[in-house]
């Protein structure tokens, strides 16, 4: 069997809507059976909507796991499901994420520690539940969602902007520990991208976001999901260890 006889398989947290789902969507666009996943029944059918869609209209095979990525165990039985499913995981796309804003002299421990939970350890959670699996077959595509404020720091994001560097460090390692098993590790930092996240900015704020990005435009999930489709794929295969801000010059 040759590499190009594989249908290749991924697993896109966080993809019931905005940047998740058109990560999927651009997975299954090339090929891959993909699971889906959200946290709770709450966005099962919406899910189950983008899982048929996709199925029928690239003919591959998708699935939906519910489960909350802060827990380890919910995070293992959606490898495991994926597994069961396709007989093997090539790609995680660590996607889901949650913010809880506010100024840190305020901020509760609990807003802290929930998004520190969701976006840290939920990526690690499901890294640790697909490394086996990728390691045995030695290739493995995991592609990490940090953000700019994780690389820049945003006032009002210190749980946020520290999940999200954490996710960036965690990066490194497992890029330097899971080099020599072909599997490659990388991270994504969108800038404003206009997703459920964004919505809740008011008018006033999305024309000021947009007058601080070159482009002149916030972000669609598909300027997102155009970059985690190539480094899904085999062309990126010595690309590791890296993060790549797609941002619109936001940064710049
Ligand atoms: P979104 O529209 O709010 O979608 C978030 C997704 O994450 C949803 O599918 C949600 O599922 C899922 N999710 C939340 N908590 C979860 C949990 N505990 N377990 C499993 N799934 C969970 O957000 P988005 O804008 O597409 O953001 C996607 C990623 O990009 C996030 O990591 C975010 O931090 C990052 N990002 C976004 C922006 C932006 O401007 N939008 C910028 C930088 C980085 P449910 O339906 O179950 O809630």
Do not use: W
């Amino acid at each position: 069997m040759t590499d190009t006889d594989i249908t290749r398989a991924a697993i896109v947290t966080g993809s019931s809507r905005g940047i998740g789902a058109a990560v999927a969507r651009a997975l299954a666009e090339s090929g891959m059976n993909v699971a889906l996943n959200c946290s709770s029944e709450r966005s099962l059918a919406e899910t189950e909507a983008l899982a048929r869609e996709l199925a029928a209209a690239h003919g591959i095979r998708a699935l939906v796991a519910v489960a909350n990525v802060a827990s380890a165990e919910e995070a293992q039985q959606m490898a495991d499901t994926a597994l069961e499913a396709f007989g093997r995981i090539d790609v995680l796309v660590n996607n889901a994420g949650i913010t809880r804003d506010g100024l840190a002299a305020r901020m509760s421990c609990e807003d802290f520690d929930a998004v520190i939970d969701v976006n840290l350890k939920g990526s690690f959670h499901c890294a640790k539940a697909v490394m086996r699996p990728m390691m045995k077959q030695r290739y493995g595509r995991i592609i990490n969602m940090s953000s700019v404020s994780g690389v820049y720091g945003n006032a009002g994001q210190v749980n946020y902007a520290a999940s999200k560097a954490g996710v960036i460090g965690m990066t490194k390692t497992l890029a330097k520990e899971l080099a020599r098993k072909n599997i490659t590790v990388n991270t994504i930092a969108p800038g404003f991208i206009d997703t459920a996240m964004t919505a809740a900015l008011s008018d006033e704020q999305r024309e000021a976001a947009a007058a601080r990005i070159g482009m002149g435009r916030l972000g669609a999930p598909e300027d997102i999901a155009d970059l985690a489709r190539f480094l899904a794929s085999e062309e990126a295969g010595y690309i590791t260890g890296q993060t790549i801000c797609v941002d619109g010059g936001l940064t710049l």
